[in-house]
Every structure is written in C-alpha cells, then in structure tokens.
C-alpha cells in the first residue's frame, strides 16, 4: 500500500486527494524551497484539509508549513491569500505568506502522487480556541468584522477561486437533492458501478429516515416562506470554530485555515458557528433550557452585530433558524455521499445520528425561534 492509499478522507474517486504524510522528504523539500536550517523539531498540528506542520528553526521564531490536498489549484490558492491579505490590511489577526527563497507567495512541491501547493507563515503562539461563551462573543464580534472587509474588498462580485469543491456547506436550494444522494448511499445504493452497497448496516436506514425528513421538511418551510430580497452573496470564512479561531489568555490572537472559505450570504457563516455552539451545549428537553440557548443566541447576534456594518437585518435573523436546523445535511448530502472509503462514510453518518435528531427538533420549533432571535 503506498502513501496515497492509506488516507481515509478521500473523496469523489481521488478527486480530493489525500491529506499530505508527514515524511521527512517533504520536510526536506519546504526547507530547500524557503532555504530554511533543518528544523530542531516537527510536529503535525491537524487540520482536515491540509497537512499543517510547526517547524521549530534554530535562532528564529517558529514557523507553520501548510501542504495542501491536491484539489487545491493556485487559482484557488491565490483567492485564500487574497482573503487573508485583505483581513490584514484592515488591521485584523491573521497571516501573511512568508515568500519563498525566490520571492513567491507559495511553493509546488514534487511528491510521488505529482505536486502539492505549499506555504509557510509565523507561527502565532496561543493557549485556548473558542469554546466558551464570552470567547465566542469576541469571535463574532470579529466574524462581522472580517464580513464587512470582505464584502467591502470583494467589491459584491466573486472573483476566480472563491468557491470551495469540498466544505461544510450545503446550499438551501440543493438541501433535499443532495441528501437524496446521501440517503441512497444509506440505503444501499451505489455511487459507482463497481461499489459494494451498505446492505446489512443496521443503523444506515435510521439515519437516512431522519437526514430525509429534516431535508423534506427544511424545502416545505423554506417555500412556505414569503418571497423577501435575498441576502446579498459575499466571500465568508466558512469554518469559524473551535482551533480556527485562537486566542491567547482571554485575547483573540489569530484566525486560521480558510479552506473552507466560500461565496454566499454571510448568515450561512453565522448559522455554521452557532450550529457548532448548539452542539456542544444542546438543549435539553424543557422550554426553560430552550430558553437559556435561545437567550445564548441572542448574546451572541448581539456581538455579531457590534462588530458588522451594516448589523444583521430583520430577514437575516429570520433566515437564521432554518440555516442553523440545515447544518447536518452537508454531512449526509455531502461527506458521506462522496467519501471514497465506505467505513469513513459510514463513521461520518454514525456521528451524524444526534445532530440530525437536534435539527429536527429546531425545525418543528422553527417560528418560536425566529420571534426570540428578533426579540
């Protein structure tokens, strides 16, 4: 088996490629590209979409090596840089690219599956993520912030690159479609001619019954709805949570990995964050935990706002609901529809199993939330 085969998160027959091994001849290669010393230490700091390595370099501050899956094209490359570029100009925490001994903003690197996009930049030291209720709120704060720079950069128009083939993101209009793909696969069905199905996995029919009644029931809602102006589209982070978000004592001190940056209504990024939230701190059964969620939502549009321009209108509070219930349909009608690796999808579908019953339940009380997020 070599390096290629033995990643689990493919997807779309390779189409994503493999998350980069960390060997010493791709160490090796980013140290000869930027004329780095040999580095005294490496460590792989995670991240699904990339490989991130610390180098930690004799004499000098320690830096992040980014190689990137091999879906990743410079076009697309440029637009992540162009995004963070425009953050730090507006005086936001975020990085740089540090050039390459040549003077270029990234590095192709030669690995046996052809080359990988690669970058380096400074290592920013921080000691929490945001989890907890008042990071959050200085998060959000930020998260409208860097809205407004982008929108304001962007100019209301995507240019080349600004979408991403694989995120955690799932289009209302494309909800119920693309989860009828990941409930096939539930089911049994096959995503290629020459694929075993998934008969015989007792929990698949269960979950594939609840992603399709919360899919069914997030289009009814979402037709039912009176016709309102659309949210204006706009380049969003995508992945705000969690170690993307870093902070130092109680100072927010950096914002990380837009691979999963995208083009939509910044609401969509909002109801990413707060769906996170929900999860780690669920309701539980009774009107009065519901009520202290709702009353955390509230705090948290509120940071939001202060820190957005203009603030969140009427309409996208209203849309907030119903994006936040859609959240766990990207993983059925996205991950687990197109992971090549049938155990990894099926793991996916498995810790899906939860959310999927938390979204319904915020579907069948979609109204009452709207009221209390316009309260």
């Known amino acids: 088996m070599n390096e290629e085969q033995r990643d689990r998160t493919d997807a779309d027959r390779g189409r994503r490629g493999p998350r980069p091994l960390l060997v010493p001849a791709l160490v090796q290669a980013i140290c000869q590209r930027w004329a780095l010393p040999e580095p005294l230490a490496v460590a792989d700091l995670g991240g699904s979409s990339s490989l991130n390595l610390r180098l930690d370099l004799p004499g000098r501050a320690p830096l992040v090596a980014r190689v990137y899956r091999r879906h990743v094209t410079p076009r697309r490359l440029r637009a992540l840089q ?5 953050l730090v100009a507006a005086g936001l925490p975020c990085n740089l690219p540090c050039p390459t001994g040549k003077g270029r903003p990234w590095a192709a690197l030669e690995v046996p599956a052809g080359p990988l996009l690669a970058e380096l930049e400074p290592y920013v030291p921080h000691d929490g993520v945001m989890h907890t209720l008042p990071r959050m709120e200085q998060g959000l704060s930020l998260l409208g912030r860097m809205h407004q720079v982008w929108c304001a950069e962007a100019g209301g128009r995507a240019a080349a690159g600004e ?3 694989y995120a955690n993101h799932i289009p209302a209009q ?35 019954r609840d992603a399709l009644a919360l899919a069914e029931g997030l289009e009814a809602a979402r037709r039912a709805r009176p016709a309102a102006p659309a949210a204006a589209p706009q380049r969003v982070h995508g992945d705000f949570w969690d170690n993307n978000v870093l902070f130092e004592g109680d100072r927010l001190v950096h914002v990380a990995d837009l691979e999963f940056m995208g ?18 701190h669920p309701p539980a059964p009774g009107r009065a935990t519901e009520a202290g969620t709702l009353a955390e939502l509230r705090r948290l549009l509120a940071a939001y706002d202060a820190g957005a321009d203009p603030p969140l209108s009427l309409e996208e509070r209203r849309a907030l609901p119903l994006a936040i219930a859609r959240q766990p349909l990207w993983s059925i009608g996205g991950w687990v529809a197109r992971l090549d690796d049938e155990q990894q999808a099926r ?3 498995a810790g899906t199993a939860g959310e999927l019953r ?6 069948r009380d979609h109204r009452r939330w709207e009221q209390a997020l316009l309260d």
């Open 163 to 165: 979408g991403a083939l």
């Open 358 to 363: 938390l979204a319904l339940g915020i579907l």
């Open 82 to 86: 162009r995004a963070r570029g425009a």
């Open 263 to 280: 083009w939509r209504a910044r609401g969509e990024d909002l109801a990413l964050t707060l769906w996170f939230w929900i999860c780690d």
């Open 174 to 208: 494309r909800a119920l479609a693309a989860t009828a793909r990941g409930v096939f696969r539930l089911r049994g069905g096959r995503r290629w001619r020459d694929e075993p199905g998934w008969r015989g996995w007792p929990p698949g029919e269960a979950i594939a």
């Open 347 to 349: 793991a996916h579908a």
